[in-house]
C-alpha cells in the first residue's frame, strides 16, 4: 500500500497518532519518525507542519486540552437543565468508570517536562488557565439561572481544578474500586461546599 499524500494529512490526525505512541513509549522515545511510519507517511509529511520533534511536543499540550474538552461539551450537549448540567459536569470530572477524559500517562509525562522547560511550563500554566476560565464560565450560567450564588469565582474554579487533578493521580494508582468510588463522592461533595451548596444542587 502506498505512503499517504500531504494533502490528506491535518494536524489533528498526527497529533492523534503522536498520542498513541507517546502512551505507548513516553515522550523520550517518541520521534517525528515513529509518528510517521505509525501513519505510513515520510517523515518530512510531519516535518511540513511540525519543524521538530519538539514543536510537536508544544503542539500536544493544546491538544490534551482541545480533546478533552471535545468529549465533555459533547457530553454536555444532552442535559437540559442548569441543575443536570452542573451535576453532569461533576460525574464526568470525578468519573470513576475510565470512559471520560482524565489525567492519563500523557498529561503526566507532559506535566512532569514543565519542571525542566520554560516553555513547556507556560504552556502548562496557559492550560490550567483555560481549563479555570471554562468553569468560571459555566457558574455565571448556573448563577444566572439562581443555581448558586458565587463571590469569587475564580476561587472555586481553581478549588474544584485542583480536586480533579488530585482525582486524576488517585484514578491512575488506586486499584480498589469501592474506594476509588468514595474518595470521588467524597471530591464531588467537596466540590459543592465550593460552589457554595451542601449537598446537591436544588
Same mark, same amino acid.
Given at each position: 500500500m502506498g505512503r499517504k499524500s500531504i494533502s490528506h494529512i491535518r494536524?489533528?490526525? %498526527?497529533?492523534?497518532?503522536? #498520542?498513541?505512541?507517546?502512551?505507548?513509549? +513516553?515522550?523520550?522515545g517518541m520521534t %517525528? +519518525?515513529?509518528? &510517521?511510519?505509525?501513519?505510513?507517511? $515520510?517523515? +518530512?509529511? *510531519? %516535518?511540513? #507542519?511540525?519543524?521538530?520533534?519538539?514543536?510537536l511536543i508544544m503542539e500536544m499540550?493544546?491538544?490534551l486540552y482541545d480533546s478533552s474538552m471535545t468529549v465533555y461539551l459533547e457530553e454536555l450537549k444532552k442535559y437540559?437543565?442548569?441543575?443536570?448540567?452542573?451535576?453532569?459536569?461533576l460525574d464526568m470530572v470525578f468519573d470513576t468508570s475510565g470512559t471520560?477524559?482524565? !489525567?492519563? &500517562?500523557?498529561?503526566?509525562?507532559?506535566? &512532569?517536562?514543565?519542571?525542566r522547560n520554560e516553555e513547556i511550563k507556560g504552556k /502548562?500554566?496557559?492550560?490550567?488557565?483555560?481549563?479555570?476560565e471554562f468553569g468560571m464560565a459555566e457558574m455565571e450560567a448556573w448563577e444566572e439561572n439562581g443555581l448558586?450564588?458565587?463571590?469569587?469565582?475564580e476561587r472555586a474554579a481553581e478549588t474544584i481544578l485542583a480536586l480533579s487533578e488530585g482525582f486524576?493521580?488517585? !484514578? $491512575?494508582?488506586?486499584?480498589?474500586?469501592?474506594?476509588?468510588?468514595? %474518595?470521588?463522592?467524597?471530591?464531588?461533595?467537596? &466540590? *459543592? /461546599?465550593a460552589l457554595g451548596l451542601d449537598d446537591t444542587p436544588s
Open positions: 494536524k489533528p490526525e %498526527i497529533l492523534r497518532h503522536t #498520542y498513541k505512541v507517546v502512551e505507548e513509549e +513516553g515522550f523520550m %517525528i +519518525g515513529k509518528v &510517521a511510519t505509525r501513519m505510513g507517511v $515520510n517523515s +518530512g509529511l *510531519l %516535518i511540513h #507542519y511540525f519543524k521538530s520533534k519538539e514543536g499540550v493544546d491538544y437540559t437543565t442548569p441543575k443536570e448540567r452542573l451535576e453532569g459536569l471520560m477524559p482524565q !489525567r492519563d &500517562a500523557v498529561f503526566w509525562s507532559c506535566y &512532569a517536562m514543565g519542571f /502548562r500554566k496557559d492550560l490550567m488557565k483555560r481549563f479555570i448558586v450564588k458565587i463571590a469569587d469565582k486524576g493521580i488517585l !484514578r $491512575n494508582s488506586v486499584d480498589d474500586m469501592a474506594t476509588l468510588k468514595e %474518595i470521588s463522592l467524597f471530591m464531588k461533595k467537596t &466540590a *459543592l /461546599r
